[in-house]
T-cell receptor, first 114, second 113 residues
């Protein structure tokens, strides 16, 4: 069974640009989660999508947005990039909306903002 | 509101020694608890989880954790550390009705030869 995949592996942008990160969940999983892992700040919840709808978002500004496609893959868009957006962005998927379900993580996209 | 506190951002033990990583949680209802491990330049991998039933949970790679409701703790242990255990470990909590998992800030485990 293929795991969660993310692309690109690395992304380098300059301040003010836009970044688009992509995630493909495990086959059969309908929920996709996005997390930001910045140096020294741990794992911060960004967004949760299920069945094409945004179900919840963390404490991030509106320039962080995303969507989920009919095939359950997802995009995370970050507009007007700032230096502090440099981080590892992790995507995770789970089979259903249940708090007891584990989340399966992808390898991440490392975004560097210069 | 749920929260997780991991005591110690960095723990160093000798190879063969006991590993103890501490996690305390706060939850208004019975929680679901998780330990994840992150190896360098990789995503997170589930080590073990507690949902209901037996409070001592065994996971992969010889790790186990015990849910102690009275202490609101879910500490992770391994009797004998191996060099390959060096990684970042995250404790996490969620609830049945929750829409997200709350992660702790992580504990980096180093193993001394």
């Amino acid at each position: 069974e293929a795991g969660v995949t993310q692309s690109p592996t690395h992304l380098i942008k300059t301040r003010g640009q836009q970044a688009t990160l992509r995630c493909s969940p495990i086959s059969g999983h309908t929920s996709v989660y996005w997390y930001q892992q910045a140096l020294g700040l741990g794992l911060q919840f960004l967004l949760w999508y299920d069945e094409g709808e945004e179900r919840n978002r963390g404490n991030f500004p509106p320039r962080f947005s995303g969507r989920q496609f009919p095939n359950y893959s997802s995009e995370l868009n970050v507009n007007a990039l700032e230096l502090e957006d440099s981080a590892l962005y992790l995507c995770a998927s789970s089979p259903e909306i249940a708090g007891c379900d584990e989340q399966f993580f992808g390898p991440g996209t490392r975004l560097t903002v210069l | 509101a749920q929260s997780v506190t991991q005591l110690g951002s960095h723990v160093s033990v000798s190879e063969g020694a006991l590993v103890l990583l501490r996690c305390n949680y706060s939850s208004s209802v019975p929680p679901y608890l998780f330990w994840y491990v992150q190896y360098p330049n990789q995503g997170l991998q589930l080590l073990l989880k507690y949902t209901t039933g037996a409070t001592l949970v065994k996971g992969i790679n010889g790790f186990e954790a015990e849910f102690k409701k009275s202490e609101t703790s879910f500490h992770l242990t391994k009797p004998s550390a191996h060099m390959s255990d060096a990684a970042e470990y995250f404790c996490a909590v969620s609830e049945w009705s929750a829409s997200k998992i709350i992660f702790g800030s992580g504990t980096r485990l180093s193993i001394r030869p």
